[in-house]
């Protein structure tokens, strides 16, 4: 006997069916919003031929949609680009750019005249996310250290950046200025350790900033936060080569600025490398400026050059009097809790203050640093500073308040002649 379904019942299978039809197509437009494919409007995608115009007319079309949420989907092939301006403010509330494929810069100098390579300006609501590779092949600027930042965002506020691999700018891999709002999550990051101004992320002027689970290995910053920066929040970075997670150098006397950087977290993190540089707070001789509330804990050092930095005496030309008279940049309730590794030299505490009133409420808690050669013994310097120090190795019990003179300019003069940034 055949069974013969109604109408009614027929019709709302169909719909049912279409439905899922439907379902399935907009699971790969981000849930059935607007999607835009380079390959769509021009791009060649063979890693010879400049596709900066085709992104450029893609970005258009997805800034300007109507809608909550659009896609710009860059496919897995090869894009070579000029310089580029991907500018907002946009309609969408949200946009999302997929990266499958690899993005290379052009080589051509004569091309590089506004300070960038990819720059995302005014765009709210930014997603930056995919498998792909992002190359600013830059070697060739390395020798004269000159060039431009691969990577800017200006004014972008809710960015996300996920996913991605960084790899050889002719400077700074990513710059972000004037973001409110961040968060920087899986992500590699690499750079030979020799490439001069190769800072990893630059963070400048933002606040709500966050970089989770990511690796860095480059020949300047890992992470470098400078002046109007707050609530930046590190946590699962691995960082090597480099030179450390910084904040500064601030207080420059030649800018007039009164440089300040506030409720910097860094947790969990791990520094590898004999030349690199671990956790460091960098000012100016001279400076003007305030830093506090600045938390380092769960921190690992594996032989690295200098574990734990504060500097007061900043001075790239090493041609700086020790003295900083009677300005320098205020830095106070400052962190060092539960850290622990080894030196590939034996200087492994430096807090080197400007001035008797510079450095407040400087603790260490549960600090543990060994050389790595065990026939040496590390040990810590110490000039003006206030605070307190429990269970720390090597000790900082007889200059956590001293006043002694030592030659300053001596220790970094190494990093210093190398660096002229």
């Known amino acids: 006997m055949v069974n013969i379904l109604p109408a009614d019942i027929k019709d709302r299978i169909f719909f049912f069916l279409c439905m899922l039809m439907l379902s399935g197509l907009s699971s790969t437009t981000n849930e059935g919003s607007p999607y835009f494919d380079v390959m769509n409007y021009g791009a060649i995608g063979d890693g010879k031929a400049d596709d900066s115009q085709a992104f450029l007319k893609t970005w258009n079309e997805a800034c300007q949609v109507q809608s909550q949420d659009a896609t710009l989907n860059i496919p897995d092939r090869t894009f070579l680009l000029n310089p580029i301006k991907l500018s907002g403010p946009c309609l969408p509330v ?39 590779t992002i190359d600013g092949q830059g070697a060739g600027s390395w020798p004269e250290r000159t060039g431009v930042a691969a990577l800017k965002f200006y004014a972008c506020s809710d960015l996300v950046l996920q996913g991605l691999t960084h790899m050889n700018p002719q400077k700074s891999h990513i710059i972000l200025t004037k973001c409110d709002g961040g968060n920087i999550n899986n992500i590699t990051i690499s750079a030979p350790e020799d490439a001069p101004n190769t800072d990893g992320i630059e963070i400048g002027g933002s606040n709500h900033v966050q970089v989770q689970n990511s690796k860095i290995g480059t020949g300047d910053d890992c992470i470098a936060i400078s002046s109007r920066c707050s609530f930046i929040n590190i946590t699962g970075v691995t960082c090597g080569p480099g030179h450390g997670i910084s904040i500064g150098s601030l207080g420059d006397p030649g800018s007039g600025d009164f440089d300040t950087v506030s409720d910097v977290h860094v947790r969990s993190c791990t520094f590898t490398g004999r030349d690199t540089t671990g956790l460091r707070i960098k000012t100016w001789k001279g400076g003007q400026g305030e830093v506090k509330r600045i938390t380092y804990e769960d921190i690992i050092f594996d032989n690295v050059r200098y574990p734990i930095v504060l500097d007061q005496f900043y001075c790239p030309s090493n041609i700086c009097k020790n003295n900083t008279g009677n300005s320098a940049v205020s830095i106070s309730d400052v962190s060092y809790t539960g850290i622990t590794g080894t030196s590939s030299g034996d200087l492994a505490i430096t807090l080197l203050c400007g001035n008797k009133s510079s450095c407040n409420n400087i603790v260490l808690d549960g600090v543990h640093i060994k050389s790595s050669d065990s026939r040496k013994k590390a040990y810590a310097h110490c000039l003006n500073v206030k605070g307190r120090a429990s269970n720390v190795e090597p000790s900082v019990d007889d200059c956590m308040h001293s006043g002694s003179t030592i030659c300053l300019n001596s220790i970094w003069n190494e990093e210093n002649t190398q660096k002229r940034k």
């Open 94 to 132: 949200r946009i999302n750019v997929q990266v499958a494929g690899t993005i290379v810069a052009s080589t051509n100098k004569s091309l590089y005249s506004n300070n960038h390579w990819i720059l995302f300006s005014y765009v709210k609501g930014l997603t930056l996310a995919g498998r792909g």
